[in-house]
């Protein structure tokens, strides 16, 4: 392969991966603790979007559990964005046959 060839492919794929950033960005995933009773909604660059309680955990008075439930769902989106994130930069990265891509994301 003449390095011209790989430069331009390098070029194209830096392209995509801007691309695909935008667009990941605007998806959102969610992550969910307590059978799903506190649950946080992330976009795809890793800020979380939303988060919602049911009631029934608020009416119990045990805010320690709350907090422990927010901060496993609050990580469980923003994990599951990151692994979202990942696969789509995975699908262009794929596209090329550049040495040592594969061990990036």
Known sequence: MNI??????AQQMQQQLAKVQEEVATKTVEGAAG???V??????????????IEQEVI???????????VVAAVNTAIDNAKAMSAEEMKKVAGD???PGLDNLF
Not at 39 to 52: E, H, L, N, Q
């Open 4 to 9: 011209h060839k790989l430069m331009k492919q």
């Open 39 to 52: 649950k946080a909604v992330a976009s795809g660059d890793g800020k979380i979007v939303s988060i919602s």
């Open 35 to 37: 059978g799903g009773m």
């Open 59 to 69: 009416t119990q008075n045990d805010k320690e559990m709350l907090e422990d439930l």
């Open 96 to 98: 090329f046959n550049m």
